[in-house]
């Protein structure tokens, strides 16, 4: 598998929530350590969180850089351009997190990883006929152009960036055919993301 990086988009209103993600308790540790630690395990170097302006994180470890987005408001596109810029010189590829993803593991990072194949600038899994675009890995540069010409127009959809990238989906079938991501996570948990306090309860009551 060839090098790649991590980018951990931490920086939503989270309003659903009622207070930041990136703080939320796991069993000890905030939630972005967290996700940044499972990154890091799958091999990701280096690995970067794009805060919101202005927004305080936990401490980090040294070897995680932390990153704003250049213009607030502007939704996880903006948290996008910020990370791939940020390590647009250090690999060729990227994976992408959101920061409430407590069950993501190092094998489906890997699996997804290992799908960006020559000729294909995306792979995104699809579970339940939807698409998870801040659980997938990109080639940072045609990526990260694609990204700069969606913030310059009006559509800021994360899911309309996969319009302007080849991509390749990948369904339940695609990422269990993977031997060790079918053992680390029959149950495709890695794409459950929490949004509300009580996602937040009962994947804290499912983990205990």
Not at 184 to 196: C, E, H, I, R, V
Request: proline share 8%; net charge negative; charged share 25%.
């Amino acid at each position: 598998m060839e090098p790649f990086a991590g980018i951990v988009v931490a920086g939503g209103r989270s309003e659903r929530m009622g207070r930041p993600k990136a703080e939320l308790d796991w069993h000890g540790s905030p939630l972005v350590e967290v996700v940044c630690r499972t990154l890091e395990r799958a091999g990701a170097l280096p690995v970067v969180v794009v805060r919101a302006n202005g927004q305080r994180l936990p401490p980090l470890a040294g070897t995680i850089e932390i990153v704003e987005d250049a213009r607030p408001a502007r939704g996880p596109l903006e948290a996008l351009a910020a990370g791939l810029r940020a390590i647009s010189t250090a690999t060729e590829v990227v994976f992408v997190s959101a920061v409430d993803a407590p069950f993501l593991v190092p094998a489906f990072v890997s699996c997804v990883v290992r799908a960006v194949e020559a000729g294909t600038e995306a792979a995104v899994p699809l579970h339940e006929g939807r698409a998870h675009p801040l659980a997938a890995a990109y080639r940072v540069a045609p990526t990260l152009l694609a990204v700069e010409r969606r913030l310059a127009g009006t559509d800021l959809s994360v899911r309309g960036l996969l319009d302007d990238l080849r991509v390749r989906r990948l369904d339940e079938a695609d990422l269990l055919a993977d031997p060790e991501l079918r053992a680390a996570d029959p149950k495709l948990d890695s794409l459950l993301n929490l949004n509300t306090p009580q996602d937040y309860a009962d994947a804290l009551a499912r983990d205990s």
